[in-house]
């Protein structure tokens, strides 16, 4: 039930975009009808087999197909179903901006409908600068299209579109859309047996059409459109097309080819019941999967008596559908070297459950490698071997690693039973010998604490949170623990009131309350107090945000408390006198304001009379990314240390901005239950620096979903 939530969850969360691809022509019915054959819990610790974790490398939109050139140049094509091509290159998780080719305008994108696949012949780049597409046209209809590169290798001639193969589809789904060359050089094509439900055409038998087959042609040879090749295995036989390879297939959505034995890997979407793999030796055509008259290997429809099994070919592995696991999407052999026991194992999942297999080639046993929260549309071979897979929603392209071996950057969660606890287990996580001064405000609101994060760096000291009233167990034991004698309080009475620092005093510690009458003034103080802290070191410069909203200061607070920068608080529209007044008094030089318009004002940030650059972007989510590839550009981090912490619910990410000053490093926001895109691609791009990660607050603050995805998202 847990994972049924969590993948509920996720999958409302992109409704829309999942309403566009209808599931890959997989049925939402259930059956009983046979359990997975698959390895059990016991038999599955008893012998070596994979387990898998992931590595985000690109993100695209939509994506349902990874190709590899195969061309020594070190680039990813991405098929988005919308009708592009992108192309991602491995040496820096980089997603070249323009699109390789778009024929979006020509692409029928509805349901299954699309741009669904890609392939380069052998000698790509070389002998030939040809590559194919298989797309659905605006009436529906499968098109084989050949494309040219143009000069540029990363942009295709637009103009070159040739057509190749066309295919009258019946119904708008089970188009298959998969095109890979073969190891003889021929291209071959899965296709669909026309759609609607159960092969009301009885495409998957029929011999005169080329639906519901796998196709085998020659589209190298000169010959336009194509050359049928001689040892098709029903060439001279009039009843049959004679582009058929093999038939009875339901929607052969995804095959690929062994690259070591030349074997064909098919994974047929099943109906109501089965999912299934059909395996075909290298250069073994003719063979009949059995679609419509068996899905998998139980009679079809439901009920009906087996029909004859002379000359049909069963799957080597099927499961059912009675774990949720209901839509196929076929893998690869693993041929790789990063990961030698994965040798020979055939790497499929499942579009609705999100589950990654192995399969052994040899025994055909299966055992689960990874359970994911993804819509997995597609998996890819790189040039040398890895492999990849594509999350449909989000469109993150994931490389697969072993699980058995750690990851480079260390991951961990700091947090505790409520805020107060929380901001003390962060403040002895980021002072692990102790401090001598803290700087303690409220944990009941947020601008005060906002506001201290470079006072807490110009006393090399944490940031702990207090009750407006009393002095939590939580504050008491921490100040203890770190041997602190002096405590800065921010924030006047209304926020921490005299009875916290009479008991404080009490408690043998030197006290000094640092405040103004309003938000404003207690920032305008506190800067004036980090400026008097630091002396000649202070380098005149500060960021300015909004005072009633939060999370743009937070993005700073971090920076803030490492490179001795005041956070200064304004109205979205006017600049409080007192702000202006701070600032003039402390020697601001220049200005950083985060956020948009909306947030601050060019007439509010102009207001401080100084040169000022404005950090932003569309959402909160944004805006912490751009002040990390600010700070990085700045050279106020080196980006080995990050942070993650709700972007909508604050106080564990006011003490996480001293461990992570603490650090030099910075942080990004997240959902509770979602890891926002721009958050995502700032993680990507953090790859090559960060060396640790933190997760700040528990669980419903940052979901444990949502912190699997970061550590997904780093090496």
Same mark, same amino acid.
Request: charged content about 20%; proline content about 6%; glycine content about 12%.
């Given at each position: 039930?847990?994972?049924?939530?969590?993948?509920?969850?996720?999958?409302?969360?992109?409704?829309?975009?999942?309403?566009?691809?209808?599931?890959?022509?997989?049925?939402?019915?259930?059956?009983?009808?046979?359990?997975?054959?698959?390895?059990?819990?016991?038999?599955?610790?008893?012998?070596?087999?994979?387990?898998?974790?992931?590595?985000?490398?690109?993100?695209?939109?939509?994506?349902?197909?990874?190709?590899?050139?195969?061309?020594?140049?070190?680039?990813?094509?991405?098929?988005? *179903?919308?009708?592009?091509?992108?192309?991602?290159?491995?040496?820096?998780?980089?997603?070249?901006?323009?699109?390789?080719?778009?024929?979006?305008?020509?692409?029928?994108?509805?349901?299954?409908?699309?741009?669904?696949?890609?392939?380069?012949?052998?000698?790509?780049?070389?002998?030939?600068?040809?590559?194919?597409?298989?797309?659905?046209?605006?009436?529906?209809?499968?098109?084989?299209?050949?494309?040219?590169?143009?000069?540029?290798? =990363?942009?295709?001639?637009?103009?070159?579109?040739?057509?190749?193969?066309?295919?009258?589809?019946?119904?708008?789904?089970?188009?298959?859309?998969?095109?890979?060359?073969?190891?003889?050089?021929?291209?071959?094509?899965? /296709?669909?047996?026309?759609?609607?439900?159960?092969?009301?055409?009885?495409?998957?038998? *029929? *011999?005169?059409?080329?639906?519901?087959?796998?196709?085998?042609?020659?589209?190298?040879?000169?010959?336009?459109?194509?050359?049928?090749?001689?040892?098709?295995?029903?060439?001279?036989?009039?009843?049959?097309?004679?582009?058929?390879?093999?038939?009875?297939?339901?929607?052969?959505?995804?095959?690929?080819?062994?690259?070591?034995?030349?074997?064909?890997?098919?994974?047929?979407?099943?109906?109501?019941?089965?999912?299934?793999?059909?395996?075909?030796?290298?250069?073994?055509?003719?063979?009949?999967?059995?679609?419509?008259?068996?899905?998998?290997?139980?009679?079809?429809?439901?009920?009906?008596?087996?029909?004859?099994?002379?000359?049909?070919?069963?799957?080597?592995?099927?499961?059912?559908?009675?774990?949720? =696991?209901?839509?196929?999407?076929?893998?690869?052999?693993?041929?790789?070297?990063?990961?030698?026991?994965?040798?020979?194992?055939?790497?499929?999942?499942?579009?609705?459950?999100?589950?990654?297999?192995? /399969?052994?080639?040899?025994?055909?046993?299966?055992?689960?490698?990874?359970?994911?929260?993804?819509?997995?549309?597609?998996?890819?071979?790189?040039?040398?071997?890895?492999?990849?897979?594509?999350?449909?929603?989000?469109?993150?392209?994931?490389?697969?690693?072993?699980?058995?071996?750690?990851?480079?950057?260390?991951?961990?969660?700091?947090?505790?039973?409520?805020?107060?606890?929380?901001?003390?287990?962060?403040?002895?996580?980021?002072?692990?010998?102790?401090?001598?001064?803290?700087?303690?405000?409220?944990?009941?609101?947020?601008?005060?604490?906002?506001?201290?994060?470079?006072?807490?760096?110009?006393?090399?000291?944490?940031?702990?949170?207090?009750?407006?009233?009393?002095?939590?167990?939580?504050?008491?034991?921490?100040?203890?623990?770190?041997?602190?004698?002096?405590?800065?309080?921010?924030?006047?009475?209304?926020?921490?009131?005299?009875?916290?620092?009479?008991?404080?005093?009490?408690?043998?510690?030197?006290?000094?309350?640092?405040?103004?009458?309003?938000?404003?003034?207690?920032?305008?103080?506190?800067?004036?107090?980090?400026?008097?802290?630091?002396?000649?070191?202070?380098?005149?410069?500060?960021?300015?945000?909004?005072?009633?909203?939060?999370?743009?200061?937070?993005?700073?607070?971090?920076?803030?408390?490492?490179?001795? /920068?005041?956070?200064? %608080?304004?109205?979205?529209?006017?600049?409080?006198?007192?702000?202006?007044?701070?600032?003039?008094?402390?020697?601001?030089?220049?200005?950083?304001? /985060?956020?948009?318009?909306? @947030?601050?004002?060019?007439?509010?940030?102009?207001?401080?009379?100084?040169?000022?650059?404005?950090?932003?972007?569309?959402?909160?989510?944004?805006?912490?990314?751009?002040?990390?590839?600010?700070?990085?550009?700045?050279?106020?981090?080196?980006?080995?240390?990050?942070?993650?912490?709700?972007?909508?619910?604050?106080?564990?990410?006011?003490?996480?901005?001293?461990?992570?000053?603490?650090?030099?490093?910075?942080? %990004?926001?997240?959902?509770?239950?979602?890891?926002?895109?721009?958050?995502?691609?700032?993680?990507?791009?953090?790859?090559?620096?960060?060396?640790?990660?933190?997760?700040?607050?528990?669980?419903? @603050?940052?979901?444990?979903?949502?912190?699997?995805?970061?550590?997904?998202?780093?090496?």
């Amino acid at each position: 039930m847990e994972a049924s939530m969590r993948r509920l969850r996720f999958a409302l969360a992109f409704v829309v975009a999942a309403a566009a691809f209808a599931a890959i022509a997989c049925s939402s019915s259930r059956s009983t009808a046979e359990g997975s054959r698959g390895l059990d819990p016991a038999a599955q610790a008893a012998v070596d087999v994979p387990a898998v974790r992931l590595l985000a490398r690109f993100r695209a939109t939509q994506p349902v197909d990874i190709v590899s050139p195969r061309d020594g140049s070190g680039r990813l094509f991405i098929v988005e *179903k919308p009708g592009r091509i992108r192309i991602g290159r491995l040496a820096d998780n980089t997603l070249v901006p323009t699109p390789s080719l778009d024929i979006s305008a020509l692409v029928s994108t509805g349901g299954e409908q699309g741009l669904l696949g890609l392939a380069f012949p052998p000698g790509y780049g070389t002998s030939t600068q040809n590559f194919y597409v298989d797309y659905t046209d605006r009436n529906g209809d499968t098109v084989i299209a050949r494309y040219r590169a143009s000069s540029d290798p =990363d942009r295709a001639d637009a103009g070159s579109a040739s057509r190749v193969l066309f295919v009258d589809q019946p119904y708008a789904n089970h188009n298959g859309g998969q095109v890979v060359f073969g190891p003889d050089g021929y291209l071959y094509i899965g /296709m669909g047996d026309g759609g609607s439900s159960g092969d009301p055409l009885g495409n998957g038998q *029929k *011999k005169n059409t080329l639906l519901g087959k796998m196709l085998r042609i020659d589209v190298e040879s000169g010959v336009t459109p194509y050359r049928v090749p001689s040892d098709n295995p029903f060439v001279g036989d009039p009843a049959y097309k004679p582009e058929i390879w093999a038939l009875g297939v339901r929607n052969p959505w995804r095959f690929s080819f062994d690259r070591a034995t030349g074997a064909i890997y098919i994974a047929d979407v099943g109906q109501n019941r089965i999912e299934e793999i059909d395996v075909q030796p290298a250069g073994v055509g003719g063979r009949n999967y059995g679609w419509n008259y068996y899905e998998g290997s139980l009679p079809f429809p439901v009920g009906s008596a087996p029909k004859p099994t002379s000359g049909l070919t069963f799957p080597v592995y099927e499961y059912s559908h009675d774990q949720g =696991d209901d839509c196929i999407t076929g893998g690869f052999v693993y041929r790789g070297s990063q990961h030698p026991s994965w040798q020979g194992r055939y790497f499929f999942g499942d579009f609705e459950s999100g589950r990654i297999w192995s /399969m052994s080639t040899t025994s055909h046993a299966v055992a689960l490698a990874l359970d994911t929260p993804f819509l997995i549309t597609t998996f890819g071979e790189g040039e040398d071997g890895e492999l990849y897979l594509a999350e449909f929603m989000d469109g993150t392209i994931y490389e697969l690693k072993d699980a058995k071996q750690a990851p480079s950057v260390a991951m961990a969660r700091v947090g505790g039973s409520d805020r107060y606890a929380t901001a003390a287990a962060i403040a002895q996580a980021a002072f692990p010998s102790g401090c001598t001064t803290a700087v303690v405000t409220t944990g009941e609101d947020f601008p005060d604490a906002l506001a201290s994060s470079a006072l807490a760096g110009a006393v090399s000291g944490p940031l702990l949170l207090t009750k407006r009233d009393s002095v939590p167990a939580a504050l008491a034991s921490a100040l203890t623990s770190l041997g602190v004698r002096d405590v800065i309080v921010v924030g006047g009475p209304g926020a921490v009131s005299p009875g916290v620092v009479a008991d404080l005093e009490t408690a043998g510690y030197s006290v000094q309350r640092v405040a103004g009458d309003d938000r404003y003034e207690t920032a305008a103080e506190v800067a004036r107090k980090v400026a008097n802290r630091l002396g000649v070191s202070y380098g005149g410069e500060a960021f300015v945000v909004r005072g009633d909203l939060f999370p743009d200061a937070l993005a700073a607070a971090p920076i803030a408390f490492a490179n001795g /920068m005041p956070i200064l %608080l304004t109205r979205p529209n006017a600049m409080p006198a007192s702000t202006v007044a701070a600032a003039a008094d402390i020697g601001v030089a220049r200005a950083w304001v /985060m956020g948009g318009t909306g @947030a601050v004002s060019d007439d509010a940030a102009s207001a401080l009379s100084v040169p000022w650059t404005r950090i932003e972007g569309r959402d909160r989510y944004e805006t912490a990314a751009g002040a990390r590839s600010r700070a990085l550009q700045e050279g106020w981090t080196d980006g080995q240390s990050l942070g993650a912490v709700s972007g909508t619910a604050f106080p564990d990410g006011l003490a996480g901005a001293a461990f992570l000053g603490v650090k030099r490093g910075f942080v %990004l926001l997240t959902q509770q239950d979602l890891l926002p895109a721009a958050t995502r691609q700032a993680l990507i791009d953090s790859q090559a620096t960060a060396a640790s990660a933190t997760v700040f607050g528990g669980t419903g @603050a940052v979901g444990a979903q949502v912190e699997q995805l970061i550590r997904w998202h780093l090496p």
